[in-house]
């Protein structure tokens, strides 16, 4: 009865590949995200979703599209993989998005997808 | 651009001391959470305080928000092992999308 999961916890690929990482949440909550963690834990957000519409669209290369195709679910592809992409990304979800008072944002994050580029 | 500057970003303690953990900001955020990251596992959320001056305390832990709502602080008192692991402070930014914006971090090593 996991709350937030993702698949696979392990990528390993080539340079120039293209991959995507799954996530599903059975909160039932409307908001996902897609974080990323550099090699010195930084964590910085990336994409959030709405109920199915996206809300937070950071600086992050076209390479990577997410796609929401329900509100349970979050999927990120990343096209032409590059070594700077090695890092672990980390979906999550919360009851509202963060831009709705202070309650009822609290994140609940997956395990981690440890992606690795050679 | 917000940041949030947490110090230090390493603390090797052994079993039974205390130690504080400061996330530092130049900016004002409407609140600020502090989560804790298990290696191989996601960040798990420890506690999020509100109001200026606000003192939150979860067994061991306390939990302070700054008066001017720019800076927090983690104090464990009587550490143990199983404290051990990654401390992230988080605010909520003042976009309009309200995103967090995450500390880089504090590794905490409780040595028995």
């Known amino acids: 009865d996991t709350a937030v999961s993702q698949t696979p916890k392990y990528l390993v690929t080539q340079m120039g590949n293209d991959k995507s990482i799954k996530c599903e949440q059975n909160l039932g909550h409307d908001t996902m995200y897609w974080y990323k963690q550099d090699s010195k834990k930084f964590l910085k957000i990336m994409f959030s979703?709405?109920?199915?519409?996206?809300?937070i669209n950071e600086t992050v290369p076209n390479r990577f599209s997410p796609k929401s195709p329900d509100k349970a679910h979050l999927n990120l592809h990343i096209n032409s993989l590059e070594l700077g992409d090695s890092a672990v990304y980390f979906c999550?979800?919360?009851?509202?998005?963060?831009?709705?008072?202070?309650?009822?944002?609290?994140?609940?994050f997956g395990p981690g997808t440890r992606l690795t580029v050679l | 651009t917000q940041l949030l500057e947490q110090s230090p970003q390493f603390l090797s303690i052994q079993e039974g001391e205390n130690l504080t953990v400061y996330c530092n900001s130049s900016?004002?955020?409407?609140?600020l959470q502090w989560y804790r990251q298990e290696p191989g596992e996601g960040p798990v959320l420890l506690v999020t305080?509100?109001?200026?001056?606000e003192v939150k305390k979860l067994k061991r832990l306390t939990f302070q928000f700054g008066d001017a709502r720019k800076d927090s602080s983690l104090h464990i008192t009587a550490a143990q092992t199983g404290d051990t692991g990654l401390y992230l402070c988080?605010?909520?930014?003042?976009?309009?999308?309200?995103?967090?914006?995450f500390g880089q971090g504090t590794t905490l090593q409780v040595k028995p």
């Open positions: 900016s004002v955020f409407s609140s």
């Open positions: 979703y709405n109920n199915k519409e996206l809300i």
């Open positions: 305080v509100v109001t200026g001056g």
């Open positions: 988080a605010g909520h930014g003042s976009s309009n999308t309200g995103k967090l914006i």
């Open positions: 999550a979800s919360s009851q509202d998005p963060p831009n709705r008072g202070v309650y009822g944002n609290e994140q609940f």
